[in-house]
């Protein structure tokens, strides 16, 4: 059975750090890329970083870029999305989803929805004083 299950979410102050963590399982990482999502209340859920597992290239939204870093440690099965400077407009359910690589999509491909096999159930980030 497919799974990924993300944590590390919790309340940080504005200008503080989290590192989220997806661990995955009933499939190998080798085959998928990994992406992170959010989704903010009221707002539509937007891509925010993806590692491509086979060939390990990182992709990050604009809004992130410099600030996130997508990590793997595929003995443990597991991508992690370290999150510094992070502001309180970043306040989400942050999301983890695997989807199947393809030879002809690289990229940002994988930072889109409809990219994505499996999703896990989200974990709350809050950024707040």
């Known amino acids: 059975q497919v799974q990924l299950v993300e944590s590390g979410g919790g309340l940080v102050q504005p200008g503080g750090s989290l590192r989220l963590s997806c661990a995955a399982s009933?499939?190998?990482?080798?085959?998928?890329?990994i992406a992170w999502f959010r989704q903010a209340p009221g707002k539509e859920r937007e891509g925010v970083s993806c590692v491509n597992n086979r060939d390990g290239t990182t992709y990050y939204a604009g809004s992130v870029k410099g600030r996130f870093t997508i990590s793997r440690d595929n003995a443990k099965n597991t991508v992690y999305l370290q999150m510094n400077s992070l502001k309180p407009e970043e306040t989400a359910v942050y999301y983890c989803?695997?989807?199947?690589?393809?030879?002809?999509?690289?990229?940002?491909?994988?930072?889109?929805?409809?990219?994505?096999?499996?999703w896990g159930k989200g974990t709350l980030v809050t950024v707040s004083s």
């Open positions: 989803a695997a989807g199947e690589i393809h030879p002809y999509y690289s990229g940002s491909y994988y930072l889109n929805d409809y990219a994505m096999d499996y």
């Open positions: 009933g499939f190998t990482l080798d085959y998928y890329a």
